[in-house]
């Protein structure tokens, strides 16, 4: 069984950068692809950002492109999201996932495609 851990969140001012790390860990971690994930009070969870496992692939939701990047270390099995530019509307619990199976690009944008959640780190940016 997999577990995600996120870290790095806290309060920043507009303008300023996170840097949110995903560790996985269990007996035989495997990947397709790794998405962050955020969800503000009273919205639906929304992607951010996912990068696949093996090729590096990368995608991003429109509002935070220029501004976030994802990667990751396969040796470590951890994703970072690179949080850059930060805004009010950024503000949100992010959230980390996995999914462990083959699947065209658009399915990474929807939370369904993933099997592997994480228990979220919070993200404010005061204006």
């Known amino acids: 069984q997999v577990q995600l851990v996120e870290s790095g969140g806290g309060l920043v001012q507009a303008g300023g950068s996170l840097r949110l790390s995903c560790a996985a860990s269990g007996r035989t971690f495997r990947a397709y692809v790794m998405g962050w994930f955020r969800q503000a009070p009273g919205n639906e969870r929304e992607f951010v950002a996912a990068?696949?496992?093996?090729?590096?692939?990368?995608y991003y939701r429109d509002s935070v492109k220029g501004r976030f990047t994802i990667s990751r270390d396969n040796a470590k099995n951890t994703v970072v999201l690179q949080m850059n530019v930060l805004k009010p509307e950024d503000t949100a619990v992010y959230y980390c996932a996995r999914r462990s199976t083959p699947g065209p690009s658009i399915s990474y944008y929807y939370t369904s495609s993933y099997d592997s959640w994480g228990q979220g780190t919070q993200v404010t940016v005061s204006s």
């Open positions: 990068i696949t496992w093996s090729g590096g692939s990368t």
